[in-house]
């Protein structure tokens, strides 16, 4: 099973089960941390999606004990990205397994180039992410 879904570039990463846990206004993305329990454990990951945002994110709060939100797209084939729990590192969900550090850096797979980064900032249970073009 999990052959097939790398074949097809199906993610494990969940989206938010409470939609509304996060917001995109202008050029920032705030997520309620008390009501996104996929992020309350290290090597936990959340994938966000719709509202007009562009790019879709990865967020995830990593082993390091850091959040970190990452395009959620693959620099080799554009499928997404998941967490490789207890690694320190996120993978694409694609056959190639391209390998990144929390940072974007490309450290196994096919992919050669970064992924996009963005500025996440942590104040009470609110993740703010700075999105720039």
């Known amino acids: 099973?999990?052959?097939?879904?790398?074949?097809?570039?199906i993610c494990e990463t969940?989206?938010?089960?409470?939609?509304?846990?996060?917001?995109?206004?202008?050029?920032?993305?705030?997520?309620?941390?008390?009501?996104?329990p996929e992020l309350n454990a290290p090597s936990s990951g959340v994938r966000l999606e719709g509202q007009g945002l562009d790019p879709r994110l990865l967020v995830v709060h990593g082993d390091d004990g850091q959040y970190h939100a990452v395009a959620n797209r693959c620099a080799h084939m554009g499928r997404r990205i998941d967490v490789f729990a207890g690694s320190g590192?996120?993978?694409?969900?694609?056959?190639?397994?391209s390998t990144y550090?929390?940072?974007?850096?490309?450290?196994?797979?096919a992919a050669k180039s970064p992924l996009t980064t963005f500025p996440v900032a942590l104040e009470n249970?609110?993740?703010?992410?700075?999105?720039?073009?």
């Open 14 to 36: 969940p989206l938010p089960a409470d939609s509304s846990a996060w917001s995109l206004n202008g050029k920032t993305v705030q997520v309620d941390l008390s009501r996104m």
């Open 125 to 133: 249970d609110t993740l703010t992410i700075t999105l720039r073009k």
């Open 89 to 97: 590192r996120i993978q694409c969900c694609s056959i190639s397994k």
């Open 1 to 9: 099973m999990k052959f097939l879904k790398r074949l097809f570039g």
């Open 101 to 109: 550090t929390y940072d974007g850096q490309p450290v196994s797979g």
